[in-house]
């Protein structure tokens, strides 16, 4: 009987060779906080408007939807304000897509990424793709970046684009806008600032769009994942220079974007208030887990997002397993002795931390 083809059988690239697939387990659990997802379900008019849009693009699907997406982007482009028009916006399958398509115009073979590590780590794994070399310069012990160490590598590095993730994941917590603003005056290319959990910024936190104006090489990028609980429709954008809009038209594919996400993004956008109720819920909750874990005497990080960064005593795969068996899952991102939990509903906040509760005492740790 002939063996099954394994992945040493194929011709793949040697750089990607003993990789994993990026993704966070699927697990079948009462309590899933591992993929920063909004826990609320969509509220029923806005499936019924969903519905009805995706109706009326059925018969027509005979034929391609529109290359440009322009009804969106202007849809988006009001969405955010800032006097921004939707030649300044670019949209595609989730801001991952998007962030590929940067790379793949301004990165690629012979050029540099550089990025501030811990940090989501698609940013990696996309240069990679991209043929992009890779630049992790990390961060100091409390997960922060001062302007004085981020001009520092910038200027060692001098790389080709550069990675800003406010609010970072997986810490969780907004970069102050003075080192986005020394980053983009000391870049010699381009800034990319990942902005995927913006709309759960605590008060007062600046957005990077207020920096466009005068910065051609400065991207700000967004998804309609979290805030917007559209993880299944898979949209994502950037907002720039119409420049740099006109660049990515370079590289993307034809008719990237589906007239059916096209139509259904636009429905959501329409209706956004009643699904971005949600946020201010979820932002109570991640409050709430903060206080509490720190109460416990566990180091917390600041967040800005719709999650939080944790300390567990000593190895933090055991302590992921813990409240696996007590139906929590939770995200263990790598970090020695540090796990990260989704904000959600008040009865999963409830069951997490229970669960936390379980876990050993700590040993002489101070928040």
């Not at 998007?98 to 790379?103: E, G, N, R, T, V």
């Not at 698609?122 to 992009?132: D, I």
Request: proline share 7%.
């Amino acid at each position: 009987m002939r063996r099954p083809t394994t992945l040493d059988d194929l011709p793949i690239r040697a750089d990607l060779r003993g990789l994993s697939p990026y993704g966070a387990p699927q697990l079948d659990v009462p309590v899933r906080l591992n993929t920063n997802e909004n826990s609320y379900p969509v509220p029923e008019q806005v499936t019924e408007a969903i519905a009805k849009a995706l109706a009326a693009e059925l018969r027509d699907l005979n034929r391609y939807p529109d290359r440009d997406a322009e009804g969106l982007r202007a849809d988006l482009a009001g969405y955010l304000g800032h006097g921004l028009t939707g030649a300044q916006v670019w949209a595609a399958n989730g801001s991952n897509e998007i962030q590929q398509q940067l790379l793949q115009v301004f990165g690629g073979p012979g050029r540099t990424a550089l990025g501030f590590v811990p940090t989501y780590s698609m940013h990696s794994l996309l240069s990679l793709g991209t043929g992009t070399r890779w630049v992790p310069v990390t961060r100091g012990p409390d997960f922060s970046l001062t302007v004085d160490e981020a001009v520092a590598r910038v200027r060692e590095h001098a790389p080709d684009v550069i990675f800003l993730c406010s609010p970072n994941n997986p810490t969780g917590t907004a970069l102050d806008p003075a080192v986005i603003a020394a980053v983009v005056a000391e870049a010699p290319g381009m800034v990319i600032v990942d902005e995927a959990y913006g709309e759960f910024a605590r008060a007062g936190t600046a957005s990077a769009l207020a920096l466009l104006p005068g910065h051609p090489r400065l991207v700000v990028t967004r998804t309609m994942s979290k805030a917007f609980g559209f993880a299944g429709g898979r949209l994502g954008y950037l907002v720039a220079d119409p420049a740099v809009v006109q660049a990515i038209g370079l590289v993307r594919l034809p008719y990237h974007l589906s007239s059916l996400t096209q139509a259904a993004a636009r429905a959501v956008l329409a209706h956004r208030e009643a699904l971005l109720g949600t946020v201010e819920a979820i932002k109570a909750q991640r409050d709430r887990i903060v206080t509490e874990l720190r109460a416990q005497g566990r180091t917390v990080a600041d967040s800005d997002a719709n999650f939080v960064l944790f300390s567990v005593d000593g190895d933090q795969r055991a302590a992921w397993q813990t409240l696996l068996d007590a139906g929590v899952l939770v995200r263990d991102v790598g970090l020695p002795g540090w796990l990260r939990v989704t904000a959600g509903t008040p009865a999963e906040t409830d069951a997490f931390l229970t669960a936390m509760a379980e876990l050993a005492p700590l040993k002489g740790e101070s928040p």
